[in-house]
């Protein structure tokens, strides 16, 4: 009797290496000698992108991204992992271009499982406004899907994720929480209105978002991932910065918090913790709402740092448009640097 292989044993962005591994890895490459003067943006700032410059008004942002399903349904696991890859575009403030298939797929499996996997992530890049242009696949033990993307920005306009000013807010454009339920669900005791509403903020490009601060000024932004919203808040400070976060005020999705009390938490948001260690600092925050904090994202919002009045009239804008968003903090600058979390 052949193997039976599972589709789902847990994926997204919770199994992206951690934080401090990571780190790790990178420090062992060595630089160019030389820095290409067109290459705007690399790995050396933990952005989003690449960004390259190819003439006065144009660059190229190129990405990839790809992770285990999250979800059973295959489908929407492609429109899941589509929409997370097409994301690192909109963080840089750009537009997607093209895109290539990533796939790793038993030989054994069911290949209508495969068809569907393509069918979603093509439906999100089409309606990213991209062509999806070709890709590879590989035979493995397991499935992963995701996309190599391609767009563009103007090179006086991009969005990276380290130039928040003091004073500026916080501006984060997707609820919390999606980690924390899928990880209820796989064990079957999310209900199904809470997986619905983690799956449709999974789904949900962050194009609109990004189209529409870009309207205003601008420091800093990133989309908020693996390492939780505090690790890409982190990213985001530097070695300049300090954030105070009002906790209240993080959207966050319905039941994510009952589900972290019950203790439906990933390892992934434990070596999240575990990194940032003594940077961040809770004041009268629960513990289901600290892990909250901590939980990896898949297909995450956008985290924006810019001036106060451009937060308030981009949310104004956001939430007549039926995105869900919320100020939720201020960047400040400390003589011990860290973030600040208050109930």
Sequence with gaps: MAEEIVFCTGGGCTAKLGPAALARMLEKLEKPKVRDENLIIGYDSSDDAAVYRISDDTAIVQTLDFFPPMVED???FGQI????ALSDVYAMGGDVKTALNIVCFPEQMDLNILGKILQGGNEKVQEAGGTLAGGHSIQDTGVKYGLSVMGTVHPDR??????????DVLLLTKP?????ICTAGRIGEASDEAMEGAVQSMIRLNRRASEIVREYRVHG???????????????????SFSAVIDSEKIPRLPMSLEYAGEFYLTAAAQRNRN??????EFQGVSFEMEELLFDPQTSGGLLISLPEEDAKAAA?????EGICCGIVGRITREE????LVKA
């Design 158 to 167: 991009i969005f990276a994720n380290n130039g928040c000013q003091e004073g």
């Design 275 to 280: 990194h940032l260690g003594d940077f961040v």
């Design 176 to 180: 919390l929480g999606v980690g924390i």
């Design 81 to 84: 992992a589509a929409a997370n």
């Design 221 to 239: 932004c990133t989309d908020v991932t693996g390492f939780g919203f505090l690790g890409h808040l982190k990213e985001m400070l530097g070695d």
């Design 74 to 76: 295959p489908y929407l």
């Design 316 to 320: 104004a804008k956001m939430e007549a």
């Design 336 to 339: 011990t640097q860290k973030i």
